[in-house]
């Protein structure tokens, strides 16, 4: 009896040591810096070519893979070689540095400075490239008011090269 008793206070009192253990093995995942209000210019031979605008930021340059996180969201202007602006707004993006990937997330929308706007849920960006791309369902609207929507679309940053998976829409003939 006695036996049966230490063994189950034996069991209790491991179990309790065990989930100590565990929680102080885990590691902490926390960002090696952090920043509220950010108002980030990129600059190229003195020209301004993106300013990148958000309420947080979130730097995980220490991690094995490395990458910058905008939990609330961010709004870009980008600048062409002509000055003329377009605009990327996200209500999520994460930035990968060693592949220069950005990852833009939930109510994706970029304007161009002639009108044209592409919206979906979720939106890569090749920086080397400066080439977008995604799988999901996208809606593009030109200036003159077509549309084309469907899922998976790739195309340049300014919207010169624009392949589509399978869509369908309207066109607008300009004149």
Sequence with gaps: MLVTVLAVTVFFSCE???KEVKRINSVAFSPSGEADNVDLKYTDSGKIKAILVSPKMLDYSNAKYPFTEFPRGVHVTLYDDNQKQSFVDADYAITYARTDIIDLQGNVKITSSDGKLLQTDQLYYDQKNEWFFTEKNFKYTDEAGGYL??????????FKVFNMQNSRGEVTKLE
């Design 16 to 18: 309790s040591n065990f």
């Design 149 to 158: 929507e469907g899922p998976g679309v790739d195309f340049s940053r300014d």
